[in-house]
Every structure is written in structure tokens, then in C-alpha cells.
Nanobody
Framework: QVQLVESGGGLVQPGGSLRLSCAASGSIFSINTMGWYRQAPGKERELVAA???????NYADSVKGRFAISRDNAKNTVYLQMNSLKPEDTAVYYC??????????????WGQGTQVTVSS
């Protein structure tokens, strides 16, 4: 089985920064695309950023220029550097990954979510 473990969430003031991490572990052969989603109470889950195994990244318009996604393939880890945070960034952030397991079966996995709160 495969697990995604997230860390780095917390409370930060507007204009501050946080870095989220998501480490995949288990019976992994390779990881294709990894991404971050977020969901605020009463709102739909939305894609924040995604990155392919070769490093190509896409961002939601609302975070372009402020957030940066990266990955360390040797550690099976994806990061989300969040700068110039705004109150509207407040949400639970979820890690997602498309993974080929060692049995060569492909699955999509979700992390448990980590809370990010931007407030004075």
C-alpha cells in the first residue's frame, strides 16, 4: 500500500509564508504527477498547483507569482512554498499523487489534509 503524509500547515499572518511537504511511502515504483488541492468550508475542492515527474508545473491563477511547487524524486516528496499569503488562502490543503506501485498497478492517492489559516 501507499501513504501520503503531509506536514507544514499552521497559522500565519497575512503576508507571511509557509512551506507544505508531502512524502509518499510504501510500495512505489514511480510517481507521475503530484499536486496540491485545497478546500475551504462550504466551497468546492480546487486545484492549487501540480507538477509532473519532469518538473513541469501548473498553477491556479489565484496563486501565480506567490506559490511555487517543487519535488524531490529521490525522496518521493512534493513541496508547496506559499508566500505573500492572504486570508482567502485559508483552507485545508490536500496532497494528491498518481502512483505506479511496484506491482505496476496505477492508483491515485490523497493525503489526509493539513490546515492552513491566514489571519491577523
Amino acid at each position: 500500500q501507499v501513504q501520503l503524509v503531509e506536514s507544514g500547515g499552521g497559522l500565519v499572518q497575512p503576508g507571511g509564508s509557509l512551506r507544505l511537504s508531502c512524502a509518499a511511502s510504501g510500495s512505489i515504483f514511480s510517481i507521475n504527477t503530484m499536486g496540491w488541492y485545497r478546500q475551504a468550508p462550504g466551497k468546492e475542492r480546487e486545484l492549487v498547483a501540480a507538477i509532473t515527474s519532469s518538473g513541469s508545473a501548473n498553477y491556479a491563477d489565484s496563486v501565480k507569482g506567490r506559490f511555487a511547487i517543487s519535488r524531490d524524486n529521490a525522496k518521493n516528496t512534493v513541496y508547496l512554498q506559499m508566500n505573500s499569503l492572504k486570508p482567502e488562502d485559508t483552507a485545508v490543503y490536500y496532497c494528491n499523487a498518481d502512483i505506479y506501485r511496484r506491482d505496476f498497478r496505477r492508483y491515485n492517492y490523497w493525503g489526509q489534509g493539513t490546515q492552513v489559516t491566514v489571519s491577523s
